[in-house]
């Protein structure tokens, strides 16, 4: 076949796709993980490599793309220990339950970059809600720049526990 019907990149390995940098994680700042969240990490890995050779190429593409996410996160990463004392203080890791200026409970849980669910309330420890939060004690008020204006958040509680799956 002539050259003329061919374009020059079909030879052409196929390019590498850069893995993405931890999310929103500032330049040189640690890339912070929880215990239970790196435990739940390599649990995910360690399904998915069982799984994958079973799959469609197509799907394989996806889940070795999933499996370099997560041997990168676990390679950079710092598992911070679990630190329980004082119990009321909170700390990274920690479920912080909060009384807006309406009467409004919400939970937070401080995790890592990796680690964010906005559905179950795990925010960045980057975060400005978890910022005011960090090292505040049961019954302090702290206060927050938020896209709607500044928000005082009274603390009612302090769990250190891991979540239940």
């Known amino acids: 076949m002539s050259k003329a019907f061919t374009r020059e990149d079909d030879d052409a390995p196929e390019p590498v796709v850069a893995l993405r940098a931890s999310a929103a994680l500032p330049p040189g700042a640690k890339n912070y993980l929880t215990a239970d969240g790196a435990e739940r990490m390599r649990a995910e890995g360690a399904r998915l490599r069982a799984e994958h050779l079973a799959l ?72 400005p809600v978890a910022r005011a939060l960090m090292n505040a004690r049961t019954g302090q008020r702290v206060v927050f720049p938020s896209p709607a204006g500044e928000r005082a958040l009274e603390i009612v509680g302090v769990d250190h526990a891991p979540p239940r799956a």
């Open 56 to 127: 469609p190429a197509e799907a394989r593409v996806a889940v070795e793309r999933r499996l370099a996410e997560l041997e990168q996160t676990l390679a950079s990463a710092e598992v911070v220990p679990e630190e329980p004392e004082p119990a009321d203080r909170v700390r990274f890791g920690a479920t912080v339950t909060v009384r807006e200026e309406d009467g409004t409970v919400t939970r937070y849980r401080i995790v890592g970059v990796d680690e964010v669910d906005a559905e179950r309330g795990w925010v960045s420890w980057i975060s």
